[in-house]
């Protein structure tokens, strides 16, 4: 697992189209991609699994607690995010709620 700052990875300023304060970085390539939105109530689990291709998973509002192949949490907050690897057995909790964007 990685942890990623979604601050840092946008680095890239963009003013094209009369573009203004635009940062923008690129997270990876993936070749067939899913995104998705995810709710998760106060108290909720995404239960431990294995991601069936890379996973990113972008924390919106309130903070997850995010674990991977180590089980070792680590919590993350808005603006950041986690990315396992295909096959990487992961889970993520949270104990105030959760909106994220999950990309596969």
Do not use: C, K, Y
Request: hydrophobic share 45%; glycine share 12%.
């Amino acid at each position: 697992m990685r942890i990623i700052e979604m601050d840092a990875l946008a680095d890239q300023p963009i003013s094209r189209f009369d573009s203004q304060g635009f940062r923008i970085g690129r997270l990876g390539l993936l070749h067939t991609t899913h995104v998705m939105a995810a709710n998760v109530a106060p108290g909720g689990v995404i239960g431990r699994h294995p991601a069936v291709s890379r996973q990113v998973l972008i924390v919106i509002t309130g903070t997850a607690s995010v674990s991977g192949e180590d089980g070792i949490a680590h919590t993350l907050r808005p603006g950041q995010a986690a990315v396992w690897a295909a096959g990487e057995h992961h889970e993520t909790r949270t104990d105030d709620g959760l909106r994220a964007l999950i990309i596969e």
